[in-house]
């Protein structure tokens, strides 16, 4: 069978752009456009393809790409990433470009390549699962009026800024092989498939999607003197000399928040998680290296 060529598209101004995009770079290819018409559609379509062997493209923002992992996990497909949402961080660990269609073009000429996937319960992540300080400013960015002048990165700071006063951290426990190695009120937790959250941080400095391993990044509560010191650390890359900063990498972890959590962007309720890699879950078109 042909190996056809499924884009995966969700409702915006951008459609006609994006599919006159397609439809002239596409050309010789079997291809289809699928848009999606409710909530989790995305995954559907994506299943509906197991076991035929073509090649998925999501075009979107981490949302979407979430989605449709969902839908391709453990199967012979293969995803492309074309970053085209509000979101676009895991794309920053495998292209140096965000151009849609250089990396089309680019698709086309390359195999894809098996990498890991996090499995927290039954939900699937191909980033970062985030709690704490970090997941709420995830659920509650999009509440806060965007200062123009500053770039995505900064626009997380100052909602972050903004969230430390109001927020009030509630214990976290981590376990491993049934006994507690962390316990404590949280100002950040991120386990890593990717390196990036935020719009551009690098959270996960060691983390890599072939290594078999998440990458756990800690950062207890923290008084109002210490955040400026924190964030400095976060936006130069060298949390790792913060002296409350908690760094581990392990193969499965469970997780306890009484908060929601954030998984690749997306909200999902307080609760106990079983976080677990998966190796080799998913085949994913990798552009370049981004370290």
């Known amino acids: 069978m042909n190996q056809k060529h499924i884009f995966i598209i969700k409702p915006n101004p951008n459609n006609v752009k994006i599919e006159t995009l397609i439809v002239k770079n596409m050309q010789g290819y079997p291809y289809e456009i699928k848009y999606t018409k409710y909530p989790k559609h995305a995954s559907a379509i994506a299943a509906s393809y197991q076991g035929c062997h073509h090649r998925i493209y999501a075009v979107g923002g981490d949302g979407l790409i979430h989605e449709v992992v969902q839908g391709l ?37 390359l195999p894809a390549q098996p990498i890991d996937l996090i499995k927290a319960n039954d939900i699937y992540c191909i980033n970062v699962f985030c709690l704490a300080l970090d997941s709420d400013v995830a659920n509650n960015v999009h509440k806060y009026r965007q200062i123009k002048v500053l770039p995505r990165s900064l626009q997380y700071v100052n909602v972050l800024v903004r969230r430390f006063v109001k ?125």
Do not use: M
Request: aromatic fraction near 10%; include cysteine.
């Open 73 to 109: 996990a453990g199967s012979d497909n293969e995803l492309v990433i074309l970053p085209a949402g509000t979101g676009n961080d895991f794309i920053r660990i495998i292209a140096n470009t965000r151009d849609l269609e250089t990396l089309l073009k680019k698709s086309l000429k």
């Open 167 to 291: 927020y009030h951290p509630l214990p976290v426990t981590l376990r491993y092989q049934g006994k507690t190695i962390y316990k404590d009120k949280l100002l950040i937790g991120a386990f890593c498939n990717g390196k990036y959250f935020g719009g551009g941080f690098k959270i996960g400095k060691y983390a890599d999607v072939k290594n078999g391993l998440i990458d756990i990044n800690l950062v207890p509560q923290l008084k109002k003197s210490q955040l400026p010191y924190y964030v400095t650390l976060l936006l130069t890359e060298k949390l790792e000399q913060g002296k409350l900063y908690y760094h581990k990498q392990l193969k499965e972890v469970e997780v306890e928040s009484n908060k929601e959590v954030n998984i690749d962007g997306e909200v999902y309720p307080a609760g106990i998680y079983q976080l677990k890699i998966v190796n080799k879950a998913i085949n994913v078109v990798l552009f370049e290296k981004n370290d």
